[in-house]
């Protein structure tokens, strides 16, 4: 039997923050611009009890909880700590699969024979993390790698949710925390008095298909252990992105350059050592029309300011002032993985 752990680091941003700063420690804190304009992209677990959340105006965060400190977000940091991990996690199984900065499925089923239980091994994960970074992490351990995602989701921080039965496991759990389930979706569910995913599980799939589209078939499937998946095969992706909605649209150009500075530094952090051509700005007006514009650069590079600066300039180029914003997004595109082998020095002989 195939045996997957999902391991998620616990509010990775905030832990590497917390890691070097002792005094942040049981202080609400979130990453964010300096200056009570910006947005929060990040709130440790103190701060989300205050209901601070991703997205949040800096200033409305502050009212809602006065003692909030603002951390400027360090994505070069963030992005090192997250190889240290990767490297470490990799080790574990050549059947490894990053799925993001600070999320990554292992096949453990090697293991079981060198462990007592999976429980074990669960804790045996987290201490790899912590031993590579100091960085707290949580685990799921299941035959199914989805599963093994929510069962991670399911126990934050510092988790380990071991499930030797999926339906069981998952039945209880609302249909929200299903990857794929989106907004929509469930409220489509909600609709038809699905609330849980063992009444999804329960629906005639005839209905299921009728009801919501052949595709849902396939969480079905998932909940009542019919279907597992498994650790995605590694594929390399052609563009990295982020985006940000604004929880009330606006037109203040420091704002959203602001908040465009912001992301390109964390699509930099998530492109790691990959270099692009392409950088592109995305921007959703508030009637929801949307513009993208991009720029390729004649040589692939890695470089942060490079991404930034191209980012921030387009947007100035480009953006209508008469008009409210929704959603601000930035991406790099056409990842070169040779020019991602080769040494800056390389390159910088080749010009
Ligand atoms: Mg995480």
Redesign the pocket.
């Known amino acids: 039997m195939t045996l997957i752990a999902h391991v ?5 941003f905030c832990s590497c923050e917390e890691r070097d700063d002792k005094t942040l420690a049981n202080k609400p804190f979130a990453i964010g611009q300096a200056g009570t304009r910006g947005v929060i992209s990040s709130a440790n677990y103190l701060a989300r009890t205050y209901g601070i959340h991703a997205a949040m105006p800096v200033f409305k965060a502050k009212t809602q909880c006065k003692e909030l400190v603002i951390v400027e977000g360090n994505f070069r940091k963030y992005s090192i700590i997250s190889r240290q991990i990767m490297q470490q996690l990799a080790l574990l199984s050549p059947r490894f699969y990053q799925a993001s900065i ?2 990554a499925y292992v096949d453990i089923s090697h293991l079981f024979s060198r462990f007592n239980s999976l429980e074990e091994i669960g804790n045996h994960v987290k201490e790899v993390v912590r031993a590579s970074s100091q960085i707290s992490c949580s685990v799921g351990i299941a035959s199914c790698a989805l599963t093994a995602k929510i069962a991670c989701a399911s126990n934050k921080p510092a988790g380990v949710t071991v499930v030797t039965k999926q339906r069981e496991f998952l039945s209880p759990l609302d249909i929200s925390v299903m990857p794929g389930i989106g907004k929509q979706l469930a409220k489509n569910m909600r609709s038809k008095g699905i609330q849980s995913l063992g009444d999804l599980g329960r629906c005639a799939p005839i209905r299921i298909k009728e009801w919501f589209g052949e595709r849902a078939l396939y969480f079905w499937q998932i909940v009542r252990a019919e279907k597992e998946t498994d650790i995605p095969r590694t594929k390399k992706p052609r563009s990295v992105s982020k985006e940000q909605t604004f929880l009330s649209d606006t037109k203040e150009v420091t704002v959203l350059l602001a908040e465009i500075r912001h992301l390109a530094k964390e699509v930099s952090a998530r492109l790691g050592k990959k270099f692009f051509r392409t950088i592109a700005i995305k921007i959703k007006y508030g009637d929801f029309t949307t513009i993208t514009r991009e720029e390729t650069v004649r040589y692939a590079t890695n470089s942060q300011d490079a991404l930034v600066t191209s980012a921030c300039k387009l947007f100035y180029v480009h953006y209508d002032r008469k008009r409210f914003v929704r959603l601000v997004g930035v991406k790099a595109g056409n990842i070169d993985y040779e020019a991602s082998l080769q040494t800056t020095l390389d390159i910088f002989m080749k010009r």
């Open positions: 998620d680091m616990d509010c990775f600070d999320e």
